[in-house]
């Protein structure tokens, strides 16, 4: 049996629960307070020493890392549909879970974070800029294409897609955008999708 920790208005706990979602896979939801500071507690501590969610679960194996996690499952569970096994293909994916913890964190979640928690310590402007580069980015790439990489979605869609997709959490008007737009409309068309708080509404486990 498979179990994420997470909460609901993580993007990154979501992304999980998404591609577990969209591979058909049952699973325990667990909600792990962030505001009551449970992700701080001795017994998640022991999950996770960084205290940070999401936390996996499965079977015996213990995953930390959202990245990390969606590797794991497209490998165990997904096959080559969602994370190819040549060399090429492998790395053109891959090089999307870090345009995720690098530009998209420092851009569109870094906004969201101070907007939607208060997160003073963040540079706003720093992140406004930011959150501009890489939507514009993905606005050039996706003119030319239906996904991230290939003709079919990936975990390079599903890693990239929710702090993308919660843009106006953080002041950023998606509008001038309209390539990341429509590719955001087509992950919310896949079978399976669900939503969260600011991306429709979360379909309850």
């Not at 208005?9 to 992304?15: D, E, F, I, L, V």
């Not at 959150?131 to 030319?144: E, V």
């Not at 008007?173 to 429509?182: E, F, K, M, R, S």
Request: glycine share 6%; proline share 5%; no cysteine.
């Amino acid at each position: 049996m498979i179990t994420l920790y997470g909460h609901e208005m993580s993007g990154n706990s979501y992304k999980v629960r998404l591609f577990l979602e969209l591979l058909h896979l049952d699973y325990e939801w667990i909600k792990v307070d962030l505001m009551k500071g449970e992700q701080k507690s001795p017994d998640y501590l022991a999950l996770n020493p960084f205290g940070q969610v999401p936390v996996l679960i499965d079977d015996t194996i213990k995953l930390t890392d959202a990245q990390a996690i969606l590797v794991y499952l497209a490998r165990q569970y997904g096959g080559e549909q969602w994370l190819p096994v040549d060399a090429l293909p492998l790395a053109q994916v891959i090089r999307w879970l870090s345009t995720t913890a690098g530009e998209v964190r420092q851009g569109p979640e870094n906004a969201r974070l101070y907007h939607l928690f208060g997160a003073t310590s963040i540079n706003i402007e720093r992140a406004q800029q930011k959150a501009d580069y890489i939507l514009t980015q993905l606005d050039r790439h996706l003119s030319t294409r239906t996904w991230l990489e290939f003709e079919r979605p990936t975990i390079a869609d599903v890693a990239v897609f929710p702090y993308v997709a919660l843009a106006q959490d953080g002041k950023i008007d998606l509008n001038a955008y309209p390539q990341v737009l429509t590719w955001i409309d087509r992950v919310k068309h896949l079978p399976g999708f669900i939503g969260m708080a600011g991306i429709g509404e979360l379909v309850a486990a």
